[in-house]
């Protein structure tokens, strides 16, 4: 049974830290790009970061510079770092695993999500 399973989430003034982790089961975690989306009230789900196992990253023009993706593939987690947090970052927290084999069907998880509230 595939489990990712998030935490860290919480309440934060702005200008703060947090920092999430995931941890899975289940799965080959060092195939898996692993990465993070976010869902605010009345917003579509969006990508964050995400992390390949070669450790290349990418991330949304909104939270560069002050969020930071890594995993640990001998503790099949990921993790995100987030500095410097507004208000506008609010959101539930997803933790996601994709694996996209040439020629196969993909295989795609979902962690059960994190609540980032930043409040002053």
């Known amino acids: 049974q595939v489990q990712l399973v998030e935490s860290g989430g919480g309440l934060v003034q702005p200008g703060g830290s947090l920092r999430l982790s995931c941890a899975a089961s289940g799965i080959p975690f060092r195939l898996y790009v692993m990465g993070w989306y976010r869902q605010a009230p009345g917003k579509q789900r969006e990508l964050v970061t995400s992390?390949?196992?070669?450790?290349?990253?990418n991330y949304a023009d909104s939270v560069k510079g002050r969020f930071t993706t890594s995993r640990d593939n001998a503790k099949n987690t990921v993790y995100l770092q987030m500095n410097s947090l507004k208000p506008e970052d609010t959101a539930v927290y997803y933790c996601?695993?994709?694996?996209?084999?040439?020629?196969?069907?993909?295989?795609?998880?979902w962690g059960q999500g994190t609540q980032v509230t930043v409040s002053s």
């Open positions: 992390i390949m196992n070669s450790d290349s990253t």
């Open positions: 996601n695993a994709e694996y996209r084999p040439w020629g196969r069907s993909p295989s795609v998880y």
